[in-house]
């Protein structure tokens, strides 16, 4: 009797480390959603533009550099980078 209870306890341990291991070792990804970067011309933060918070790449539109706006929200001087789904 014991070697039948061993030979189904064995599987279901081993498959339960399995899902364990897979949850643990699960990292965090950035989110997928689009900041708002501003174009200064015509107007200083009116034309906004998809952008990102983190990268490389300078996010651009018509040639023109965009940027965010500050936690206060009283001007655009914080570097946007280019925005790339899926990253």
Not at 13 to 41: C, M, Q, R, W
Not at 67 to 82: D, E, I, Q, V
């Amino acid at each position: 009797m014991k070697s039948i209870r061993k030979k189904w306890l064995l599987p279901i341990v081993a498959f339960s480390i399995a899902i364990a291991g897979a949850f643990a070792s699960n990292i965090e990804t950035k989110s997928a959603a689009p900041v708002l970067g501003y174009l200064d011309h015509p107007q200083p933060c009116k034309i906004s533009v998809q952008c990102d918070d983190f990268g490389i790449i300078a996010c651009t539109s018509g040639g023109q550099v965009a940027k965010r706006m500050n936690a206060l929200g009283t001007s655009c001087n914080l570097p946007a980078f280019k925005f790339v789904p899926g990253q």
